[in-house]
Protein backbone atom coordinates (compact mmCIF):
# COMPACT_ATOMS: atom_id res chain seq x y z
CA UNK A 1 0.00 0.00 0.00
CA UNK A 2 2.48 2.71 0.77
CA UNK A 3 4.15 1.70 -2.81
CA UNK A 4 1.20 2.46 -4.43
CA UNK A 5 0.55 5.89 -2.68
CA UNK A 6 4.28 6.53 -3.07
CA UNK A 7 3.62 5.97 -6.89
CA UNK A 8 0.69 8.02 -6.69
CA UNK A 9 2.68 11.03 -5.04
CA UNK A 10 5.74 10.79 -7.62
CA UNK A 11 2.71 11.23 -10.21
CA UNK A 12 1.18 13.91 -9.18
CA UNK A 13 4.26 15.84 -8.18
CA UNK A 14 5.72 14.96 -11.79
CA UNK A 15 2.64 16.05 -13.60
CA UNK A 16 1.19 18.60 -11.04
CA UNK A 17 -2.28 17.19 -12.13
CA UNK A 18 -5.38 14.73 -10.84
CA UNK A 19 -5.48 11.83 -13.22
CA UNK A 20 -9.00 12.87 -14.65
CA UNK A 21 -7.59 16.34 -16.17
CA UNK A 22 -4.50 15.38 -17.26
CA UNK A 23 -3.27 17.33 -20.08
CA UNK A 24 -1.06 16.57 -22.71
CA UNK A 25 1.76 19.25 -22.25
CA UNK A 26 1.92 17.99 -18.04
CA UNK A 27 2.04 14.33 -19.66
CA UNK A 28 4.92 15.42 -21.80
CA UNK A 29 6.41 17.31 -19.07
CA UNK A 30 6.30 14.19 -16.87
CA UNK A 31 8.16 12.16 -19.15
CA UNK A 32 10.84 14.71 -20.01
CA UNK A 33 11.87 14.43 -16.06
CA UNK A 34 11.57 10.89 -16.29
CA UNK A 35 13.91 10.75 -19.25
CA UNK A 36 16.03 13.32 -17.39
CA UNK A 37 15.92 11.15 -14.69
CA UNK A 38 16.99 7.94 -16.63
CA UNK A 39 19.97 10.25 -17.81
CA UNK A 40 21.85 10.67 -14.76
CA UNK A 41 24.90 8.26 -14.08
CA UNK A 42 24.46 7.95 -10.68
CA UNK A 43 23.33 4.55 -9.60
CA UNK A 44 20.62 4.97 -7.05
CA UNK A 45 19.69 2.32 -4.10
CA UNK A 46 17.12 0.18 -5.18
CA UNK A 47 13.46 0.25 -2.78
CA UNK A 48 14.26 -2.95 -1.05
CA UNK A 49 18.15 -1.71 0.19
CA UNK A 50 16.29 1.85 1.17
CA UNK A 51 13.97 -0.01 3.27
CA UNK A 52 16.34 -1.90 4.65
CA UNK A 53 18.10 0.86 5.62
CA UNK A 54 15.27 3.02 7.22
CA UNK A 55 14.32 -0.25 9.44
CA UNK A 56 17.81 -0.67 10.52
CA UNK A 57 17.89 3.29 11.46
CA UNK A 58 14.13 2.87 13.41
CA UNK A 59 15.46 -0.78 15.35
CA UNK A 60 18.74 0.92 16.46
CA UNK A 61 16.85 3.73 17.10
CA UNK A 62 14.41 2.50 19.24
CA UNK A 63 17.29 -0.29 20.92
CA UNK A 64 19.10 3.35 21.76
CA UNK A 65 16.56 4.82 23.66
CA UNK A 66 15.23 2.00 25.26
CA UNK A 67 18.85 1.22 26.83
CA UNK A 68 18.46 5.36 28.17
CA UNK A 69 21.10 6.78 25.14
CA UNK A 70 18.84 9.77 24.10
CA UNK A 71 21.18 11.22 21.99
CA UNK A 72 21.82 8.17 19.84
CA UNK A 73 17.89 7.59 19.72
CA UNK A 74 17.48 11.15 18.58
CA UNK A 75 19.98 11.24 16.45
CA UNK A 76 18.78 7.71 14.48
CA UNK A 77 15.23 8.94 14.37
CA UNK A 78 15.27 12.64 13.95
CA UNK A 79 15.16 11.84 9.58
CA UNK A 80 12.65 9.37 9.79
CA UNK A 81 9.93 11.94 11.54
CA UNK A 82 11.54 14.04 9.40
CA UNK A 83 10.13 12.22 6.85
CA UNK A 84 7.18 11.60 8.13
CA UNK A 85 6.11 15.03 8.82
CA UNK A 86 6.88 15.76 4.83
CA UNK A 87 4.84 13.59 3.84
CA UNK A 88 2.15 14.89 5.98
CA UNK A 89 2.66 18.27 4.01
CA UNK A 90 2.34 16.79 1.23
CA UNK A 91 -0.72 14.63 1.68
CA UNK A 92 -2.49 17.94 3.33
CA UNK A 93 -1.97 19.89 -0.20
CA UNK A 94 -4.46 17.42 -1.70
CA UNK A 95 -7.81 17.22 -1.53
CA UNK A 96 -9.75 14.01 -0.70
CA UNK A 97 -11.94 14.18 -3.94
CA UNK A 98 -8.72 14.54 -5.98
CA UNK A 99 -7.30 11.44 -4.09
CA UNK A 100 -10.04 9.47 -4.46
CA UNK A 101 -9.66 10.24 -8.10
CA UNK A 102 -6.44 8.75 -8.28
CA UNK A 103 -7.20 5.76 -6.20
CA UNK A 104 -10.01 5.25 -9.18
CA UNK A 105 -7.60 5.98 -12.18
CA UNK A 106 -5.17 3.20 -11.04
CA UNK A 107 -8.17 0.56 -10.78
CA UNK A 108 -9.03 1.01 -6.77
CA UNK A 109 -11.92 1.48 -4.91
CA UNK A 110 -11.81 4.20 -2.72
CA UNK A 111 -13.43 4.08 -0.09
Not at 86 to 95: G, L, R
Request: contains cysteine.
Amino acid sequence: MCRILAGIVLAVMLTGCDAENASDEKAAEAEKAAEAEKTLAVEKPSEAEKAAEAEKAFQEGAAAYESGDYATALRLLRPIAELWDEIAVVIDTFHPKECANYFRAAGYDPV
